[in-house]
């Protein structure tokens, strides 16, 4: 059961509340975010919905049977939309797209892309300053001294920053310098992350672990939710099957099951789903058609120089070409009214 507060509740009848859902067997968690007040009930016993609905106080009562409850899609019929301000919104029934490169390397490379996304109007900059390298000897990236200057390069070009976050201890630091928090595959059941990302009054932006399921990745994105942040979106980027002849199975699949189950945007990212870049554009296009919300992908004014995932990133004329058929395949989703 979810249970929307009404703005104004007193504490009297938000215990009357509780009292009621606890005699039902359910057990109350009361969940603050920056944009409304809840308590989410967890209980399995069949109750007539009027014995607690229409006590004070209540905005309206939802019955989602989803272990999930704030992300599930029973309860919030209109889907989250993010808005960045400037008429920038993620939301279903626009098309978002996140391109950069895998690692921020130098300032020429950022004014490069830049140029890149400006031309093209794309309007979110992604790139990591913290790497998680599967080898320690590997670029870990510039760190924060990287992301001001990254950020100060798109703020200049009305850009937004995409950039991932490790470690809770890096939040802070960060926060200034970054418009979406990225969890990347290794961190999406780092819970202490998470909760911290909960406090943030920034958009998150989750991606599903290498191993893990769709349910443990909503699961997931109620930790950031129930932490007090609704501003979430989520990311499928491939996950690790018994196939070895690509990086990652990009799980296509997920995307409709995604959008049935849970309100929040579905973002796609074909490099790391894929691995090789002659097959990101078609893996693209079909998670479009398939319903996406949004693209993120890797380019690089010169891939094979990356410092990080070369072999997955476009170059600027693969991913301008890519744009355009992202564009016309939207459009055609939409007139098929997909
Ligand atoms: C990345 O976006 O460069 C990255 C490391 O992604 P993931 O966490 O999906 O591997
Ligand atoms: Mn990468």
């Not at 603050?32 to 007539?48: M, N, R, S």
């Not at 870049?277 to 120089?305: C, F, N, Q, S, W």
């Amino acid at each position: 059961m979810l249970i929307q507060l009404q703005s104004d509740i007193n504490p009297a009848q938000k215990e009357a509340i509780i009292q009621k859902a606890n005699a039902l067997k359910y057990k109350i968690t009361e969940v603050i975010t920056q944009q409304g007040h809840y308590l989410v009930g967890t209980g399995k016993a069949d109750f007539d919905v009027r014995a607690v609905g229409n006590l004070p106080g209540i905005k309206d009562l939802h019955i989602v049977s989803d272990d999930y409850k704030l992300v599930s899609r029973k309860w919030k019929v209109n889907p989250t939309v993010i808005d960045f301000g400037d008429g920038l919104r993620v939301k279903e029934g626009e098309f978002t797209i996140m391109a950069g490169p895998c690692s921020i390397e130098n300032e020429a490379q950022v004014e490069k892309t830049i140029n890149h996304l400006v031309e093209q109007g794309v309007r979110f900059m992604r790139g990591g300053v913290f790497k998680p390298r599967s080898s320690p000897y590997s670029f870990r990236g510039l760190g924060l001294e990287g992301l001001k200057m990254f950020y100060d390069m798109c703020r200049a070009n009305g850009i937004k920053v995409v950039t991932e976050v490790m470690q809770v201890s890096q939040i802070a630091p960060m926060e200034p310098y970054t418009d979406v928090f990225q969890v990347g595959a290794r961190n999406t059941q780092n819970f202490n992350l998470l909760d911290e990302l909960g406090k943030v009054d920034k958009p998150v932006l989750l991606k599903r672990g290498i191993s893990g399921t769709i349910d443990e990745l909503l699961y997931s994105a109620e930790y950031i939710f129930s932490g007090g942040n609704e501003k979430l979106m989520l990311c499928e980027r491939g996950i690790r099957t018994y196939e070895t002849a690509s990086r990652n199975t990009l799980d296509l699949n997920a995307i409709p099951i995604l959008k049935e189950k849970t309100h929040l945007p579905v973002i796609v990212d074909p490099s790391h789903g894929m691995g090789i870049r002659e097959y990101v554009e078609p893996m693209a296009l079909a998670a479009i058609m398939a319903g996406a919300d949004g693209i993120i992908y890797e380019t690089h004014e010169k891939p094979e120089e990356a410092a990080s995932d070369g072999a997955q990133t476009l170059s600027f004329t693969e991913s301008e070409r890519m744009i355009k058929k992202m564009q016309k395949t939207f459009a055609l989703r939409k007139e098929l009214g997909n």
